[in-house]
RNA sequence: GCUGGUGUGGUGGAAUAGGUAGACACAAGGGACUUAAAAUCCCUCGACUGUCAAAGGUCGUGCCGGUUCGAGUCCGGCCACCAGCACCA
């Protein structure tokens, strides 16, 4: 006795001891199978890392703690996510350079870091904001640039109020800025574009081939939003035709009139036609001034007096309209209105009073439906006419089937200083040029303030001027820099060959490592980071850099830490729990078990600071058996049917992000050895092993205490005997009617119809059923007898 | 409105090839140890009812219905909450 649990001395220990040890390095290459584990990588707030960021760290160190005892070579690495905002804005106030502020927040999270005894690799950290780094960021831009899949065009974009920076549309939540929370409004600008949406079906194509859950699939697939249909061709008083997309081609009999949405090139290519363009060019200069939320309820619009539409299907004339509820950058621009059969369109003719006729006609009793007013589709079902139709059209040249997406492009360029540096020079005569002298470094500056005309800092320096590469003339650099999700995109792939200086990692390496076992991160990233690494991998698939099409084959999504006021953590709501403070009162082991006992992975849940405690006992008493080891080889018969059912349990559930269930069971494990009075040495190492993905500190002091010999990391993980999995004694559940009435033990199995006469000769049984017939029994053997009487 | 998810004690949460609801823990109450406190250990802990005490009884997994010998679990219909998307043609 008297060997008091004193984690701070154990805790030091052991993570010095890995600190000097290569035991968490992963081998570059080896014979052994690979297992690739991998967190979101960090930015480095000012903030400093919170118990949330811990939730990950922990339950996938926990894998990759498992996977070394299970024989893989393991890589679990960590890196910083550092270019972004709050740097460059904490810059601004306080005229300090992002990188001093980058270089110290690092620091910072990394120290928190290592006092969760977590077993990352730290041989290959990186930083995107380390120029041997966003080389290759800025490498793989020039491919896409060469590839065409980035350009440079005059879009409409979501500009920040408050940052003065465009936004990419998954960084606008709910009409603001999802950094700042500032207004976010349109404006017209020349911006960097990646053409994700040139991979929009094969990203929905492959998710087949991942394993993730089912809500970030979803999701991914909601986002990319692809609609089947077609495009339908039509006539114009004025001679030129125009493209409508549908989804509901069958209904093109229907079609009332045609709307335009009020920015179409074609309004102004015609408008000398159009009668009362004073009108439509009001309107359309309102619409644009209009927030998004404000184009949703009342439909709105203006009649174009002077040109007419012509339904190619039956040749009939139709008026044209300009509403705002027809988005420019949606379809084609322009919908055919079929108020009988769509509900927008039937909103808008109330207000405009257009004769309109229905072509489905719906049996409200049978819920049949067949078309009518449609000609040759007239009583053919909606499906069977949609096929038709679409045969019809394009044999008759007038349309084509189609596939639209939801999915925009992604607008790439950001006007801010502590970002990568795009690698182009503009050059009078030969224009957009790459330079090809790579990493383009960003330079240093002495002001960080962003120009009243929204231009990157960078513009106000000398180091704009260049000569371009091909003419040798005087040139210009491209001053805007990459968005934040640039370095976060392939991130996974310096991991592998992190100091590689002549490719982004050598093809030996990624063909060795990729793709990433298992991801785990945020559902926040489940439309940004997660969607345009996929499309950057794909890209590099493309281009022979990497052997798979896809980066992770597995990702789980753990739930949000809240405060323990149920709210979310933030700062201003003054409920952020450092996991500084908890680690200084309970050790690491306790916090790390915590984390994961406290609830649902998958689900969000509160930081209860008195829920720690359980933990504490927990260990404390694990601690303690230490003072009631025997010796011996062997798991004790009356034990051996714990021991194997808690290593069956942990083993599974850690691989079904069970973490909860699997303390409870280690937890229920340490009660039983406690009242049975002793333990064995081998029944300590087994329970120690299992203990020490979760608790590596105090499991591997445990180890060192009772001298076992090879080093726990790699120890064997233990496999557990079915023979041992049921008890030998069975209780035995008599219920009568479907209620239980009566429990008793059997010290064997016994065939079910001997169970049924032990049950109806049990004496509590008997006194149940005086007086009544039994009219059926049931039997789940060595389980359950239930009597139906009368 | 659409998509996905969730709903179980005072609290966090267990339990799905349909078979003992509430594991494990927190809080609470009682007791032991102690001069005392902390720590530790033991007991109780869904509601109602019952008894000196027990035994026992009835109800109980958001609500209503169904299937079944038996439903937290399956089916139909609601309600509430969370997340994402949202005039997407």
Redesign the pocket.
Known sequence: MGNKYDFNKIESKWQNIWENSDDFHAESVSNKKKYYVLVEFPYPSGEGLHVGHLRSYVALDIVARKRRMQGYNVLYPMGWDAFGLPAENFALKHNVHPKVITEKNVARFKAQLKRVGLSFDWKREVNTTDPSYYKWTQWIFSRLFEKGLATKEDSSVNWCTSCKCVLA??EV??GVCERCGAEVVQKRKKQWILKITKYAQRLIDDLKLVDYP??VK??QE??I?R?E?ARISFGSSVGENFD?????PETIFGVSHVIF?PEHKFIDKYAKNIKNIDEVMRYRAEASKKK?E??????TGVKILGITAKNPINGKNVPIFVS?????D???????A?PAH?D?DF?FVQKYKIDFISVINEDSETGKSEMINSEFLNGLDVKSAREKVLDYITEHKIGERHV?F?LRDWIFSRQRYWGEPIPIIHCEKCGMVLDKNLPLVLPDLEEFRTSDTGESPLCLTDWIHTKCPKCGGNATRETDTMPQWAGSSWYFLRYIDPSNSNVLASKESLDYWMPVDWYNGG??H??LHLLYSRFWHKFLYDIGVVKFSEPYAKRTSHGIILGSNGEKMSKSRGNVVNPNDVVDEYGADVTRLYEM????FE????W?P??I??????L??YWNLQNIVVEGNMVRDELKTYFNRAIKKVSEDIENL?F??A??SM??LV?RVK?FGSISKCEMKILTTLLNPFAPHISSEMWFLMGFEENIIFSKWPEFDKKFINFSEH?I?V?I?????V?FNIDSEVPDKKLIEICKNNEKVVDFMKGKTII?E?C?SN??V?F?VR
Request: aromatic share 6%; charged share 35%; net charge positive.
């Open positions: 549309n998954e939540v709910n089912t809500r979803q999701q909601n986002w939003g609609s249909g409508v997309f549908t989804t509901r949405a998004k404000e184009r949703t309820d009342v439909k705002d509820y027809v988005l420019v949606h379809g084609t621009g322009i919908v055919m079929v769509d927008r909103d639209s939801k559902m926040e489940t439309t006992f406290m609830g649902d689900k969000s849940a509160p209860d008195k829920g405690v359980g933990c504490k006992r927990f404390e008493k069970k909860n269930t303390i409870s937890m229920d009660s009242d209780e559940v219920q009617n479907g209620k239980v009435k429990k059926k049931i789940v389980k359950l239930n139906v």
